[in-house]
């Protein structure tokens, strides 16, 4: 859809809801409980199994049904205790965690560290698939010993504690008893909700967890609708049939802010707005030449000041400046068409075909833009977008064959670079279409050096070597842009974390 196009449907959908509402349709706000939220996001969970995928609409959902081992203080991003209460160092590949104890699953059952020590290890399995493999892969080995969660790293690691606040934590015993495919569609967590009922590709509710071991939630229950189509989130805004919208644009942040009852919620992340390519299997752009025709073609101010105004700042590399190891001293992307029809005619390339994969999640307007550059400069864009869940499959599938380029934005909530270049760059991850020996052999030393200083050189290296291959190119960091009536009460965080706990609605 174009910018016009979108604006129309803006319009209408605009018009269709204040029509219901002076034709005496009552704001369906009003018949929600003080306890009860709904939330409209871009996709259905590609998941409620939290060792599978961490997609945002996805990982939104599951972390209110689990807890994690650790989490984050969102004011200071600093790492405090949740399930594991305290820990230590015993010796430099050795940590020892301290499980909270009185905890119970929704069954009633006890959380013990032997559940922790499962719920690292099944990640670890690489028969199970979970696509958290390359955050996890440094452990070596995770056991219970009383109370205690131990974790062996295969090398000192000092980015542990970061990703150990993304794990959340399944029972071991109902996951063995039910099986994993049964447990991705009915999980049980510690968390501090339940969930109470799923329509595949529609909604997900859950309620409150009367056996949650934390104060209790001021929301009592959680309503999650996919609604893929942005215009028709700003629409369930305005007509007071939602609370809060996800993953909005600055198109629809403008509408929404014309309405003196509705608020936007906005903040940097630490997510990258990224073109990744495939540089295997993607025909064209297995030529680095023409990678970096498709870099020096895209018009990097117009997307920021023009798509995103206000909501998006400019970036040198794969990582935001929230991220360990962004290298301030890289030059700037550099918006160059000429040369790069030079370097198209130098390759042989000009009026070559590429698919670009992308799904709702992500703004079209951008991704149309690109299209427009790239056609600028004699390419051809065929933009293939599939709901959340295909384009996972799709571009994490070992054959490499989804297509030329991808658009994404990607989020490790762990504020290092380590999660950003090695899951998606790193030879053989499932993110990866690239391969580098040689940047392989920087990263790998990168999450096993424990010096800041040293790291932060090593990242040097590895972001040298991306801007020389090109893989991929960091569009601009993004920011978390959420629409919400004056029920909610809410502060998002850099993380994009949607945790129900925090939140109060009136």
Known sequence: MNQRRFRAALLLATALALGAASCGIQP????RG??????????????????????????????????????????????????????????????????????????????????????????????????????????????????????????????LLSYLTTLSVVPKAYVQRVGDKQFAVKPIGSGPFVLQSATAGSEVVLTANPKWWGPPTQIRTAVFRAVPNVASRVADL???????????????????????????????????????????????????????????????????????????KPINSM????????????????????????????????????????????????VQAIQG???????????????????????????????SIRFGKWSCSCLDSDGVIYPLFHTGEIWSSYSNPDFDKIVEQARETID???????????????NRDLPGIGLFQAYAVYGANSRLQWTPDASESLFLDQMKVS
């Open 238 to 312: 305005q007509s007071r049939k939602v609370d809060l919208a996800t993953t909005l644009t600055p198109d629809a942040a403008d509408q929404i802010r014309r309405d003196p009852t509705l608020a936007i919620l906005s903040t940097p992340t630490e997510r990258v707005a990224y073109l990744a390519y495939n540089t295997i299997k993607g025909g064209a752009t297995d030529d680095p030449r023409v990678r970096k025709a498709i870099a020096e073609a895209i018009d990097y101010d117009a997307l920021i000041k023009n798509l995103q105004r206000g909501y998006a």
């Open 28 to 31: 369906a706000s009003e018949g």
């Open 373 to 403: 550059d790239l056609a600028a400069v004699g390419l051809q864009v065929e933009i293939q977008n599939s709901d959340q869940a295909t384009y996972l499959k799709k571009v994490q599938d070992p054959s490499h064959e989804w297509g």
């Open 452 to 466: 800041p200083a040293q790291r932060t050189k090593l990242y040097s290296q590895a972001f040298e070597l991306l």
């Open 34 to 159: 003080p306890g009860t939220i709904t939330i409209d996001t871009a996709n259905y969970p590609s998941t409620l199994d939290p060792g599978k995928q961490y997609d945002t609409d996805t990982y939104s959902v599951y972390r209110n049904i689990f807890d994690q081992l650790l989490r984050r203080n969102p004011k200071t991003n600093t790492v405090v205790p949740w399930l594991a209460t305290k820990w230590r160092q015993t010796d430099p590949l050795t940590w020892r965690f301290t499980m909270r104890p009185g905890v119970t699953f929704s069954d009633g059952s006890p959380l013990t560290a032997e559940d922790a020590a499962y719920s690292i290890s099944r990640i670890l399995d690489k028969k199970f698939g979970s696509q958290q493999y390359a955050n996890f892969s440094v452990i070596d080995k995770a056991t219970a010993d009383g109370s205690d969660l131990v974790v062996r790293t295969s090398v000192p690691s000092p980015t």
């Open 319 to 366: 990582a935001t400046p929230l991220a360990f190891g962004y290298d301030k001293s890289l030059p700037d992307n550099r918006h160059d068409p000429e040369d790069a029809k030079r370097l198209l005619q130098e390759a042989h390339a000009v009026g070559a075909k590429l698919v670009m994969a992308t799904s709702p999640s992500f703004d079209p307007q951008v």
